[in-house]
């Protein structure tokens, strides 16, 4: 099955932000005016606010694209589990 093509813009506007690294503290500010530039879609623009890395790469965002919209967003990369959880296995 082919990979699904991320929405238009999303990957022009994150690689914009690799560019401009001054723009990247609107994405956590306020990105509006960044996805009115690239013309983030309504929906779209709902999952960048608030989606983890499972919602995001399932529009088709590349993964190294997910992670770092997420260090930008101030959102995890990766779920979070206890350490314990860790040595409690063993």
Known sequence: M?????????????????????????????PEPLFDRFAIAEPVRTVLRGGGRDELAALGIHPNMVVKWLIWSGRPTMPFFAISHYFDRR
């Open 2 to 30: 082919p990979a699904r093509e991320a929405p238009p813009g999303v990957h022009e506007l994150i690689e914009h932000l690799i560019r401009s690294p001054a723009d990247r503290p609107l994405v956590k500010a306020g």
